[in-house]
Every structure is written in structure tokens, then in C-alpha cells.
């Protein structure tokens, strides 16, 4: 259950598996969130994304129907747009968290990253790409490798906010205006070590009956 007052997609990263990665303890300190879906249908599918800050501020929403040869080649295509939206909007060395109801899709995500951080580029699992999708994961991947730090997270189609844009376009096609604008999120909150202030040794004990050093 998402924790009281927190924002949506930062609850659904926080509480979600990252195949292949190790959930990190402080995972709040993503600077995006990203939530993607695809849809096919037989007489047209949709694409749609969902972009927030940490502090749960909507940086956009995109509802774009589509043509999908199947649902496998719509997840990535989703996913290629959305990071493309982000790359324009966030920083280069932007944390983002990315969520997918696509098992295959957060494993590739995740693979790459740790791909590229290894020594001879390569996963430690191989790459389970479905046809049809080489110029979409070609793209996702370089987007990948664009910001500073990135994980996938799998999340439940019914949870994935992302996933009425990509199903019901039509009924959206509006709320790709809102990406008008460009939102930055608030500075990382303060950690309690950091707000916590010691005084020094000089002045500690300056009550404590004794004469405290100069």
C-alpha cells in the first residue's frame, strides 16, 4: 500500500522489484519518475507515459495512438517515447526511475545498465529483444546511457497510471499539451545526519560546571 502523502509514482518505485538490481535503501532519491505503457489492438493501439518529480510534481503526460504490430513491439515503443520526452526535459546526469508492467521489458532495462557499466559491455544475462523492436531498443539504450543513474522497475498493469493513456488515446489526446513546460524537482530533502547539529568540542561541555577550553 503506497504510504500516506508521498507521490504516486515515487510510492509505486519504492514498493516495486528492480530485477537484476538490488532495490537501493534510499531509492527516493530519483530526480524523475517515468511510468510507460503500450497497447495493441487489432484496429489501433496506444501509447502512453506519465513523467513526475521526486516531490510528486507532473512534468507531463502523453496519450499517442499507435500501430503496433503486437504488445511486445508496443511496450518498447512506449518506453522509447517517454524517454525521449524526459531526455528533453531533465538533466544529463538525471537519476530516473522507470516503471513497466513488461517483465521482459525491466529485465532488458535493467540488463543494459548493468551492461554498461561492466568492463566488457556486456550483460550478465543475454538481452531477450522481440522482433521487431531493434530500432526501439537501440534508442531506448541510448537514452539509458544519457543520464547519470537509472533502474526499472516491474509494476501491475492495474497500478500503472501510464496504462488508461495507452489504452483509451482518444480520450486523451489533450494532456500532450501539458508538456509544455519544464519542471525540476525540489532539492533532495535533508538527511538527519545533516540537520542534526553537533557542537564542537570547545563549546560542548561550556555548561557543564567546568571551564571549556579556549
Given at each position: 500500500m503506497a504510504a500516506y502523502g508521498r507521490p504516486a509514482l515515487r510510492d509505486l518505485f519504492d514498493e516495486s522489484p528492480t530485477p537484476h538490481i538490488a532495490h537501493p535503501p534510499r531509492t527516493h532519491h530519483r530526480d524523475f519518475y517515468i511510468a510507460t505503457d503500450g497497447s495493441y489492438r487489432r484496429t489501433?493501439?496506444?501509447l502512453g507515459a506519465v513523467i513526475e518529480t521526486r516531490d510528486g510534481t507532473r512534468v507531463g503526460r502523453i496519450a499517442n495512438p499507435d500501430t503496433p504490430p503486437n504488445n511486445n513491439v508496443a511496450e518498447y515503443r512506449a518506453l522509447h517515447l517517454g524517454l525521449d520526452v524526459l531526455a528533453v526535459?531533465?538533466?544529463?546526469?538525471?537519476?530516473?526511475?522507470?516503471?513497466v508492467d513488461h517483465?521482459?521489458?525491466a529485465s532488458n532495462v535493467n540488463r543494459a545498465i548493468l551492461a554498461a557499466s561492466h568492463p566488457d559491455g556486456q550483460p550478465p544475462r543475454p538481452y531477450t529483444i522481440p522482433e521487431r523492436t531493434g530500432f526501439h531498443w537501440r534508442g531506448i539504450t541510448a537514452r539509458l546511457n544519457r543520464f547519470g543513474e537509472v533502474r526499472a522497475a516491474r509494476i501491475d498493469s492495474r497500478d500503472n497510471p501510464a496504462h488508461t493513456l495507452a489504452n483509451t488515446p482518444e480520450q486523451y489526446t489533450h494532456v500532450t499539451k501539458e508538456l509544455d513546460r519544464c519542471v525540476?524537482?525540489?532539492?533532495?530533502?535533508?538527511?538527519?545526519?545533516?540537520?542534526?547539529?553537533v557542537p564542537p568540542p570547545s563549546r560542548a561541555n561550556r555548561h557543564s560546571g567546568g571551564r571549556a577550553s579556549d
Amino acid at each position: 500500500m503506497a504510504a500516506y502523502g508521498r507521490p504516486a509514482l515515487r510510492d509505486l518505485f519504492d514498493e516495486s522489484p528492480t530485477p537484476h538490481i538490488a532495490h537501493p535503501p534510499r531509492t527516493h532519491h530519483r530526480d524523475f519518475y517515468i511510468a510507460t505503457d503500450g497497447s495493441y489492438r487489432r484496429t489501433g493501439g496506444g501509447l502512453g507515459a506519465v513523467i513526475e518529480t521526486r516531490d510528486g510534481t507532473r512534468v507531463g503526460r502523453i496519450a499517442n495512438p499507435d500501430t503496433p504490430p503486437n504488445n511486445n513491439v508496443a511496450e518498447y515503443r512506449a518506453l522509447h517515447l517517454g524517454l525521449d520526452v524526459l531526455a528533453v526535459r531533465a538533466p544529463a546526469n538525471a537519476r530516473v526511475g522507470i516503471l513497466v508492467d513488461h517483465d521482459d521489458l525491466a529485465s532488458n532495462v535493467n540488463r543494459a545498465i548493468l551492461a554498461a557499466s561492466h568492463p566488457d559491455g556486456q550483460p550478465p544475462r543475454p538481452y531477450t529483444i522481440p522482433e521487431r523492436t531493434g530500432f526501439h531498443w537501440r534508442g531506448i539504450t541510448a537514452r539509458l546511457n544519457r543520464f547519470g543513474e537509472v533502474r526499472a522497475a516491474r509494476i501491475d498493469s492495474r497500478d500503472n497510471p501510464a496504462h488508461t493513456l495507452a489504452n483509451t488515446p482518444e480520450q486523451y489526446t489533450h494532456v500532450t499539451k501539458e508538456l509544455d513546460r519544464c519542471v525540476l524537482p525540489e532539492p533532495p530533502e535533508p538527511t538527519q545526519s545533516e540537520t542534526t547539529q553537533v557542537p564542537p568540542p570547545s563549546r560542548a561541555n561550556r555548561h557543564s560546571g567546568g571551564r571549556a577550553s579556549d
